[in-house]
């Protein structure tokens, strides 16, 4: 008796995983447009060209998209899709070189070129750069200063008068505060 | 008729080469005369390509089709005034208009007074009419000589291109007179495609000149900052049209093309954006040598930068080496181009070589935190945009030439990687209004960062806190860091340092005229026009700023198929879902060789009707070319825009194509504020001048 009932538990048990299996495919979700188009849209269509494979009108590229749609539902990742694409069309469908071989270049050199700039630039500045601070500061606040061009020294004045712009108006105050 | 067209032209070449070698002989043996005669040279250039552009006009609103040209981009059907401006509209016709506008603008410079620039003028003559030249021979077919001699060597690939080159003239003729043209590309028919080539190119011919000053200074070592004054208003108009030939491509990008976007980092709008880089680096840089007296060197350096990326801009977007979608076909014209680069470069270099003696700072640096070093890191930053957007445009050609694999650089490489240089750049625009020159005081600094760095940072938190957890990727990785919010939080730090900048200023004339507060402010923008139409412009490039995050990180899109009846929902990040229904089909009017079809839609959000949409589809019958126009619904907010892509059964079944694009208007508004804060910046104002003449008088910047 217990080794009927066993048979019975396991033939159900194999039954019930071969049933679920066959309907697992079923069960994947078939992509809907805009999730076809999210990973079309990181491959660049293969005859035209600067234009990505989601806004492209070409048979090529429709036929491109269903494919994606086909590989979505199998349940594959956007990458393993890109991989596909590229393993059989060239690294040129993909819209950014993969990071391998001479195509590193593409994001190294701006890299280097950036900080090469930098350095460069520390260089320079340090060289110019003047042991001793000179005798006046001459700091106008925000930048604004009298328009003769001159900084004025206005270490000691209020602050408004900083301000003003009008080189004329910035005399007579001067001299306003001398008399005063 | 043509053939008076074509006469002109060659008379033009004549005369601008003689005017070019007359200049340059007269300006090193001292003779007026015969400089005299190579500027009445140039002007008869200047008329004579006028009057070769009048021909084509003729012959194209005419509809001569016996003209090969006029076969190529006309047709009965077109309107006039798409005629009209199809002068520009393929590869012959623009080399023409461009070598047009280029006369136009060297006659300009000539017919102002001479006075202190009497020495200069000579050289600037030499170096226009030469540019001049070499356009005009494009067209002239004066290469095809060259295809015989070079066929009998042997170098026949070469003879064949030359000999293609006779094409290229605006006016040629074929052997037979057809019975219609070609017609207008469909991309082109639309007004702002017809601004867009004219702005483009009135800001490259304009680069042309402040070049011919800056070579002029350099031969005649006149190398003070007279070079720099005179030409300042010639380089913030170049730079304004360039701007606003930018800004229009990628507002027709946007409103025609309906791919969603409005730029797309295609090899042609990299040509132009190029320039557009090293111009303004320039004309920041320029500032410095006018008060201070250093980077001279640099300040050559970028103008010969300059000028050689607007011809190599010219070159990548005739020549057809990277192909793009704005692509003319392929000829001889590439490698002149490229010739014509070389020896320009070449012989600018050795020059500026030549001549570093007089090119010594009047100043030193006084300290890193100082307006002068500022700028410095400002150009390095933008230098370091032009180099990544160079070098992701010609990288498809060096990775076939050099590894033999062509390999594509898309959006995704110069958004990852140039987004984060345009985001310090900036930071770098608010700092630079509180750094003065020469030297800052470190607590006077920190106390002005302090507000406009705590308003950053507010926002940032804020917009996080709200639900803005967006990451942007490190450039080259896959891994998001950075959070979008800080970007918001950047332009939040530059516009607060800006605005208070005004504020200050208006606070200050207020207090101490007593005028009321709009009425200071019109006095500050009536007596300090380059500064405050610079912070107009930083203002406007903050508003661009806004437009490009929202779109680039927010953009929502979906595509449906849907029968009559139906609707498509999206979800707008800002103001909740809307939904689209498609009630139906129709044919619309349109010109002759066009099939239009519209679209109707009807919008609703949260239930409510608010209107309709009718997106439409060209099809241009003689180019087999179809073309999706949208139909935006815009607000401050966002943009709700859609394209119909496709039908079938005569319209019971269509497919749409939905994007919500948010604050994507910032962007054209953000536009006029540059276009208005540049038209202040360039007003004469010779008060203005004075004072900044007078700043840049020996021993400068002089403490009381």
């Not at chain 2, 309107?79 to 461009?98: D, E, R, V, Y």
């Not at chain 2, 860091?481 to 970007?487: A, G, I």
């Not at chain 2, 995050?549 to 999206?570: D, K, M, P, W």
């Amino acid at each position: 008796m217990n080794k009927k009932k066993h048979i019975h538990l396991w033939s159900f048990i194999v039954l019930a995983t071969l049933a679920v299996s066959l309907a697992m495919p079923a069960l994947a979700q078939t992509p809907s447009v805009d999730e076809i188009n999210a990973v079309a849209k990181k491959l660049s269509c293969p005859t035209c060209s600067g234009i990505n494979v989601a806004d492209c009108p070409t048979e090529t590229c429709a036929q491109w998209r269903a494919k994606i749609g086909e590989m979505l539902a199998e349940g594959r990742s956007d990458q393993e899709i890109l991989d596909y694409f590229a393993a059989r069309y060239g690294d040129h469908v993909l819209q950014v070189p993969p990071k391998r071989g001479f195509f590193v270049l593409v994001w190294v050199l701006p890299v280097i070129a950036i900080l090469a700039g930098l350095a460069w630039l520390a260089y320079l500045m340090r060289g110019w750069s003047r042991k001793t601070p000179p005798a006046t500061e001459g700091y106008p606040q925000g930048a604004q200063e009298a328009e003769g061009g001159a900084v004025v020294a206005t270490s000691g004045s209020p602050d408004e008068s900083d301000l003003i712009e009008d080189e004329y108006l910035q005399r007579v105050q001067k001299d306003l505060e001398k008399l005063s | 008729m043509a053939n008076v067209g074509y006469v002109a032209l060659l008379l033009a070449l004549v005369l601008s080469i003689y005017a070019a070698i007359a200049a340059l002989v007269g300006a090193r043996r001292q003779m007026p005369a015969l400089v005299l005669s190579a500027r009445n040279a140039a002007l008869a250039v200047t008329g004579l390509l006028t009057l070769a552009v009048i021909v084509l006009e003729y012959l194209l609103i005419s509809g001569d089709f016996r003209t090969l040209y006029v076969a190529e981009v006309s047709n009965r059907a077109m309107p006039i005034f798409f005629k009209m401006t199809a002068l520009w509209g393929s590869q012959a016709g623009s080399l023409l208009f461009w070598s047009w506008l280029m006369s136009l603008f060297g006659g300009a410079v000539l017919l102002r007074k001479w006075g202190n620039m009497r020495t200069l003028m000579p050289y600037v003559i030499v170096v226009t009419q030469f540019t001049l030249a070499f356009f005009v021979s494009l067209i002239s077919g004066v290469w095809t000589l060259l295809a015989g001699p070079l066929g009998s060597l042997g170098v026949t690939g070469t003879a064949e291109l030359l000999a293609d080159m006779a094409t290229i003239n605006p006016f040629h003729q074929l052997g037979f007179t057809p019975a219609d043209g070609n017609g207008l590309n469909p991309l082109l028919r639309h007004w702002g495609m017809i601004i867009h080539p004219p702005m483009l190119y009135l800001g490259f011919v304009g680069f042309v000149i402040p070049y011919a000053f800056a070579i002029a200074a350099l031969a005649t070592r006149q190398t003070g900052d007279l070079w720099i004054r005179t030409t300042r208003r010639w380089t913030l108009i170049a730079w304004l049209f360039l701007s606003m030939g930018l800004l229009l491509g990628a507002w027709w990008a946007y409103g025609v093309l309906g791919w969603g976007g409005y730029w797309a980092w295609d090899p042609v709008e990299n040509a132009a954006l190029m320039p557009w880089l090293a111009g303004t680096a320039f004309l920041h840089s320029v500032m410095i040598q006018e008060r201070r007296g250093m980077f001279k060197v640099w300040n050559m350096v970028l103008i010969i930068l300059t000028y050689s990326l607007v011809i190599f801009g010219t070159f990548l977007t005739r020549s057809g080496v990277i192909s793009s979608v704005h692509t003319f076909a392929q000829s001889g014209i590439g490698p002149l181009f490229l010739g014509f680069i070389s020896v320009m470069f070449t012989a600018s270099v050795v020059l500026l070589f030549d001549r570093l003696d007089c090119l010594k700072s009047e100043n030193e640096l006084d300290s890193m935190l100082s307006r002068e070093a500022i700028f410095l890191l400002q150009n390095l930053l933008f230098l370091a945009i032009l180099f990544v957007t160079f070098w992701g445009t010609i990288f498809p050609v060096v990775s076939e030439l050099v590894a033999g694999q062509k390999a594509i650089v898309g959006p995704p490489f110069f958004n990852q990687v140039n987004g984060p240089l345009f985001a310090a750049l900036v930071v770098l625009m608010g700092v630079a209004l509180l750094m003065p020159w020469r030297r800052a005081s470190r607590q006077k600094l920190a106390r002005l960062l302090l507000w406009p760095t705590v308003a950053g940072l507010a926002v940032t938190v804020i917009l996080f806190a709200l639900g803005i957890r967006k990451f942007a990727i490190l450039p080259g990785t896959e891994t998001h860091v950075l959070p979008v919010s800080l970007f918001y939080g950047i332009a939040t730090f530059a516009a607060v340092i800006t605005l208070l900048e005004f504020w200050r200023g208006m606070r200050a004339r207020h207090r101490s005229t007593g005028k009321s507060y709009p009425s200071a402010l019109w006095t500050l923008f009536g007596r300090n026009r380059r500064r405050y139409g610079g912070y107009l412009i930083h203002i406007g490039v903050i508003m661009i700023a806004l437009g490009v995050i929202g779109t680039q990180f927010f953009q929502v899109e979906t595509q449906r198929n849907l029968a009559v009846g139906e609707s498509l929902t999206i979800t707008s990040p800002l103001t909740g879902e809307y939904s689209l229904m498609y009630k139906g089909l129709e044919s619309l009017p349109a010109p002759e060789d066009v099939n239009r079809t519209g679209a109707t839609l009807a919008v609703s959000r949260g239930g409510r009707d608010i209107g309709q949409m009718n997106p439409t589809h060209d099809f241009f019958i003689p180019q087999q070319q179809p073309m999706t126009i949208p139909a935006m619904r815009y607000s401050l907010i966002e943009d709700l825009y859609v394209i119909v892509a496709g039908w079938e059964d005569g319209g019971a079944t269509a497919t749409f194509k939905a994007y919500v694009n948010p604050l994507v208007n910032w962007l054209w508004i953000g536009g006029l504020v540059f276009i208005l804060g540049t038209a202040v910046a360039a007003w004469p104002d010779p008060a203005e001048d004075r004072r900044h003449a007078l700043a840049g008088a020996p021993g400068r910047v002089v403490p009381a």
